[in-house]
């Protein structure tokens, strides 16, 4: 499938893996839509990139329903879907002074990542699925997974079962929409600069960068969106779960 004159519909497109995507995909000629709960973020980088911006939350039914329509008001049928919203907390089952994981917080990550990833699926594919085919395909799905789902660390069980969960998803999904000629690509990334690791000081992240075998570094968003623009030239690339992460395999700590 040609990005050119293709609407696109990234969530997290404010920052991080969403907004180097989001300028991608703008850059090549689709017209985006970014999909973020950071109003002034979002706003500043869908101006940044000539898309437009609709303040979601991706675990809300109604949100994301009202999302999908002003967005297909304003520009059409989008025929991509890129997954990038998610959140990252770090706390262990049971704490230093003896306390259990507090369950609203492993919720709201399951919640967002994974429920949230599968609410903009289904009413993605919903619409797409009424659309008339670009020869072969309708359109694609990207999920985002991490290779925490395969390797997760300490402190990670909540952001490792979510993310663990798109990634078992992704054949039934892909499966699923076949019959409606819609891809669905899972990508689990290793340790990327993002804006959580930007405010780590630059001898942590330069750690961090040193545990990648090669290249020995950090990810750039750059790169994710690199494979997010192959995956969708690709259409033989199909309920698969890629992971970019340099061949690092996650220590404990």
Do not use: W
């Amino acid at each position: 499938m040609q990005i050119e004159g293709l609407r696109a519909i990234v969530t997290g497109g404010a920052s991080g893996l969403g907004g180097a995507t989001a300028a991608m995909l703008a850059e090549r000629g689709a017209d985006v839509a970014i999909f973020d709960r950071d109003e002034e973020r979002g706003r500043a980088q869908a101006e940044a990139i000539g898309g437009a911006f609709f303040a979601v939350d991706v675990a809300d039914e109604a949100s994301a329903e009202a999302a999908f329509a002003a967005a297909e008001d304003a520009g059409g049928v989008a025929r991509l879907l890129v997954n990038c919203a998610g959140v990252a907390p770090a706390i262990k089952t049971v704490s230093k002074d003896g306390a259990p994981h507090p369950l609203d917080a492993f919720r709201r990550t399951i919640g967002v990542n994974l429920i949230g990833s599968f609410n903009m699926i289904a009413q993605f594919a919903a619409r797409l699925a009424a659309a008339d085919p670009l020869g072969e395909e309708r359109g694609v799905i990207v999920n985002t997974a991490s290779v925490a789902a395969y390797d997760g660390q300490i402190g990670q069980a909540a952001y490792a079962a979510s993310k663990g969960g798109v990634v078992g998803m992704t054949l039934p999904i892909a499966r699923d929409l076949a019959q409606h000629r819609i891809r669905v690509v899972t990508v689990a990334p290793g340790i990327f600069l993002t804006p959580m690791l930007m405010g780590l000081p630059q001898a942590a992240q330069d750690s961090l960068g040193q545990q990648v075998p090669h290249p020995s570094r950090l990810g750039r968003p750059e790169e994710y969106a690199q494979l997010v623009e192959a995956i969708v030239a690709n259409p033989m690339l199909n309920g698969e779960v890629i992971r970019l992460d340099g061949a690092i395999r996650m220590a404990p700590r």
